[in-house]
């Protein structure tokens, strides 16, 4: 994390800070979307010696995009000395959230191709793109669903992952493969939270009552 900082303005506060403290106020500045403490943690992080550490690096990078900082997030992910899985997911999550559809989905090809494996909340990101992007993105979201499946998601995590790809698959226009992953969803008996909203947005998008128990 090369990126010039200005110094953080509370001399007093200096001999406090420590991996501990930052990790606990990178979380609080990202709960409060608080731009303003961006680019001073990222200064005290520097001056520390301890830009590479890949728990702060990433915390920070989360910080930025929950900042809309999209920019400088992907300036600090880039100079990281190590990208893990975590650190992929949370780039990748992170755009998703903010509309970067495009952004996110490029992401994810990268992961794949620096040979990190997604795991299921990278996914879970990737899909929520796809369907923010809308029918354009069903290429990429038959891609993603074929990893859950090759994967062996199903029916080992919970519902989130694959009412990720019903969403996606809603929302590109496949009501079709909305309708026969649904089935299966039924004969496995997923019946969270969710299952309601996502009942209710196929039923709205023409997918017939009787399908429903």
Not at 3 to 8: A, D, K, L, N
Not at 67 to 93: H, K
Not at 117 to 125: M, T
Request: glycine share 8%; charged share 20%; proline share 4%.
């Amino acid at each position: 994390m090369s990126r010039r900082c200005p110094s953080w303005q509370s001399p007093a506060a200096e001999w406090r800070w420590d991996a501990t403290s930052l990790a606990g106020a990178l979380k609080a500045a990202a709960a409060r979307r608080s731009a303003p403490h961006v680019m001073p943690l990222h200064a005290v992080v520097l001056k520390l010696g301890l830009s590479a550490s890949a728990i702060l690096a990433t915390s920070l990078a989360h910080l930025a995009l929950r900042c809309g900082l999209p920019g400088y997030a992907r300036d600090l992910f880039d100079e990281m000395p190590r990208r893990d899985v975590v650190s992929w997911t949370s780039l990748i999550t992170g755009h998703s959230h903010q509309g970067l559809y495009h952004d996110s989905l490029a992401l994810l090809r990268r992961m794949v191709a620096s040979g990190v494996v997604p795991n299921e909340y990278s996914l879970s990101g990737a899909l929520l793109a796809c369907a923010g992007i809308g029918r354009g993105a069903l290429a990429s979201g038959k891609e993603i669903h074929a990893r859950v499946v090759k994967m062996s998601l199903h029916g080992s995590v919970d519902a989130v992952v694959e009412n990720g790809v019903l969403d996606m698959y809603t929302r590109c226009g496949k009501v079709d493969y909305a309708r026969r992953l649904f089935g299966v969803m039924l004969e496995c008996r997923y019946m969270g939270a969710s299952f309601e909203v996502d009942f209710s947005q196929m039923w709205l998008s023409g997918i017939p009552w009787w399908i429903y128990p």
